[in-house]
């Protein structure tokens, strides 16, 4: 079993980050809530300057329609750039160890046939992944990469992505406190990487540099193994990567093990730290919502929501890994204790289960133990917080995806009372209504449609389990995508061009729209007057409205997902568990 001390991690991990999102929230609205005819002075003209060189001498004055196509825009470049820049990886600098382009090393189809041909989907699959701050990983970081793609195009999209999620958020925010525009989503961007995330990464950095995580340029070292034998001991500028993956929802390692790897997470204090990093900015974010709109008691209300949720899941996880694995239960070779296998043994189930929940609940998707092998229970947590995808979720997606539930909520609790919805002082029309249904709607359809056709198809072959858990490592791959979250189930074999388009096919949908539509409703919504509130309009800054946001959300998660929960963990675990003796 795990020393007692061990259960104070879950504890620490919550508790750290809860009482730094306070400070930060206020810190965040101070730099970013930037009046109109203060942009540009003080510590604002820092990334004013920058948009200068973009050619602006003044910030935009965007409505929703001009801040969409602006991202969308941003993000089009960042994809056609990157994507050259990958694929020129053996003619640029910094690549010590010859490293060539990704793909060039083939794949293996359904058949167990070797192609050696170069696959540009794998490449797709990765712009794709990091533009769209998901960080899903078909190829092994430290094997594929030079130092330069590393830093010049993994960290900059793992900074430039979580700042346009911020800045959506931050636009919204605007709409739905009444302002007359926006704002300028080029200069929100500048902002965001100005003021949180790069400070914030670097403080995260020279804190795992002091726990012993590289920091260098200098090629692989060679060692001779205690049989004899050589080993290639890859390294790099590792604590740059990992700082900003764990700040900005991003996730994705610097070696392919991630966060297991003792380079990336050399001591129980890293892990700590990357486990607090993990959750701080989103928290955060809703305490700056509440400054923004001048209401900190209704965004009280969504963080104690998204909180509850991950509470329940952490305990979850947790409960289900001290169990032994069902695989090795009623073994006389194995000691009874819990389920060890995938895991760090100096982390053990209990962080190991606190990190499972934290990095699904929020869109990071980095691991720090091998999610297939958790117990079937403990492996629906992950799932299910990726479905839901409201639990913190991405920076500023987290809150994009809450105000469609809110919508909904408000929605149904006008119905119940029989009155025009309102929310914020504003009415709730048809419009607004269906956007946010919309967005709701189509997380699950790209998670079970995708899940759907892969199940039913050939495509299925590369699962290298059958049953249940071969269905649920499908579903987990679909679920990630669309969440935006970049974790998997990584007995799926999917660095092959079946996979890799559609699970990128998949990152595209389940980002943009999901940032596109609550950005249009908050825009409607600032277009209307302001109603008086009387003593029947719906309250949503008190305990009763946040049981009604709680309800809707997992009456429309259990509604969406339910069935493919029982079929996959669900029927794994009951297939699993060893039968009671007859008497």
């Keep these: 079993?795990?020393?007692?001390?061990?259960?104070?991690?879950?504890?620490?991990?919550?508790?750290?980050?809860?009482?730094?999102?306070?400070?930060?929230?206020?810190?965040?609205?101070?730099?970013?809530?930037?009046?109109?005819?203060?942009?540009?002075?003080?510590?604002?003209?820092?990334?004013?300057?920058?948009?200068?060189?973009?050619?602006?001498?003044?910030?935009?004055?965007?409505?929703?329609?001009?801040?969409?196509?602006?991202?969308?825009?941003?993000?089009?470049?960042?994809?056609?750039?990157?994507?050259?820049?990958?694929?020129?990886?053996?003619?640029l600098p910094l690549n010590p160890d010859g490293k060539g382009p990704l793909g060039a090393g083939g794949y293996t189809d359904s058949a167990g046939v070797a192609h050696p041909d170069a696959d540009s989907g794998v490449v797709f699959n990765t712009i794709c992944s990091f533009v769209t701050n998901t960080n899903l990983q078909h190829y092994s970081g430290e094997q594929a990469f030079s130092y330069f793609t590393q830093l010049g195009v993994i960290v900059f999209l793992q900074l430039t992505t979580p700042a346009a999620g911020l800045a959506v958020m931050l636009a919204s925010l605007r709409g739905l406190r009444g302002d007359r525009h926006l704002g300028d989503f080029y200069l929100d961007e500048l902002r965001g990487l100005v003021f949180v995330l790069i400070p914030a990464s670097v403080v995260v950095a020279l804190l795992l540099v002091l726990n012993g995580t590289p920091m260098t340029f200098d090629g692989s070292v060679g060692a001779t193994t205690l049989e004899g034998g050589t080993q290639t001991i890859a390294r790099g500028p590792v604590a740059a990567e990992v700082a900003i993956k764990q700040l900005g929802t991003n996730g994705g390692g610097y070696f392919g093990p991630n966060s297991t790897h003792p380079y990336e997470n050399p001591t129980p204090w890293s892990n700590l730290i990357e486990v607090c990093s993990i959750v701080l900015i989103p928290m955060g974010s809703m305490v700056m919502a509440g400054l923004f709109l001048r209401n900190m008691w209704h965004a009280l209300v969504i963080y104690g929501v998204m909180l509850a949720l991950l509470i329940a899941g952490v305990v979850v996880a947790i409960n289900a890994e001290v169990e032994p694995s069902a695989a090795t239960a009623g073994l006389a070779e194995v000691a009874v204790g819990p389920n060890m296998e995938g895991k760090e043994v100096r982390n053990g189930p209990v962080a190991s289960a606190t990190w499972a929940a934290f990095t699904t609940a929020t869109s990071n998707?980095?691991?720090?133990?091998?999610?297939?092998?958790?117990?079937?229970?403990?492996?629906?947590?992950?799932?299910?917080?990726?479905?839901?995808?409201?639990?913190?979720?991405?920076?500023?997606?987290?809150f994009e995806n809450m105000l469609s539930y809110v919508i909904i909520a408000v929605f149904i609790a006008g119905l119940m009372v029989g009155r025009t919805p309102e929310y914020l002082g504003k009415k709730v029309e048809a419009r607004?209504?269906?956007?946010?249904?919309?967005?709701?709607?189509?997380?699950?359809?790209?998670?079970?449609?995708?899940?759907?056709?892969?199940?039913?198809?050939?495509?299925?072959?590369?699962?290298?389990?059958?049953?249940?858990?071969?269905?649920?490592?499908?579903?987990?791959?679909?679920?990630?995508?669309?969440?935006?979250?970049?974790?998997?189930?990584?007995?799926?074999?999917?660095?092959?061009?079946?996979?890799?388009?559609?699970?990128?096919?998949?990152?595209?949908?389940?980002?943009?729209?999901?940032?596109?539509?609550?950005?249009?409703?908050?825009?409607?919504?600032?277009?209307?007057?302001?109603?008086?509130?009387?003593?029947?309009?719906?309250?949503?800054?008190?305990?009763?409205?946040?049981?009604?946001?709680?309800?809707?959300?997992?009456?429309?998660?259990?509604?969406?997902?339910?069935?493919?929960?029982v079929l996959g963990p669900i029927a794994d675990h009951l297939t699993a568990a060893p039968l009671a003796p007859r008497g």
């Design 365 to 398: 998707g980095s691991v720090g133990g091998m999610h297939d092998s958790l117990n079937p229970l403990a492996g629906m947590v992950p799932m299910s917080l990726m479905m839901l995808n409201v639990v913190f979720s991405g920076i500023g997606a987290g």
């Design 1 to 91: 079993m795990d020393s007692p001390l061990s259960w104070l991690h879950p504890v620490w991990a919550f508790a750290i980050p809860i009482a730094l999102s306070f400070p930060l929230g206020w810190l965040m609205w101070r730099r970013l809530d930037v009046p109109d005819d203060r942009a540009g002075r003080g510590p604002d003209a820092l990334p004013m300057g920058l948009l200068r060189l973009l050619g602006r001498r003044r910030p935009a004055e965007m409505g929703w329609k001009q801040y969409a196509i602006a991202m969308l825009l941003f993000n089009t470049a960042l994809f056609v750039m990157t994507f050259g820049l990958m694929y020129a990886q053996p003619y």
């Design 432 to 565: 607004e209504v269906k956007l946010a249904m919309l967005a709701v709607l189509l997380h699950p359809l790209l998670i079970c449609g995708g899940t759907a056709l892969f199940a039913a198809t050939d495509w299925k072959a590369f699962c290298a389990n059958p049953g249940p858990h071969g269905f649920s490592e499908i579903v987990y791959e679909f679920s990630s995508a669309a969440a935006n979250n970049g974790s998997g189930f990584e007995g799926l074999a999917d660095n092959n061009p079946p996979w890799n388009i559609a699970t990128g096919v998949v990152l595209l949908m389940g980002r943009f729209p999901a940032l596109i539509f609550p950005l249009a409703i908050a825009g409607l919504l600032s277009q209307k007057k302001r109603v008086p509130e009387t003593t029947g309009t719906l309250r949503t800054d008190n305990l009763t409205f946040a049981f009604m946001l709680l309800g809707t959300v997992i009456l429309v998660g259990a509604l969406s997902f339910l069935p493919t929960i």
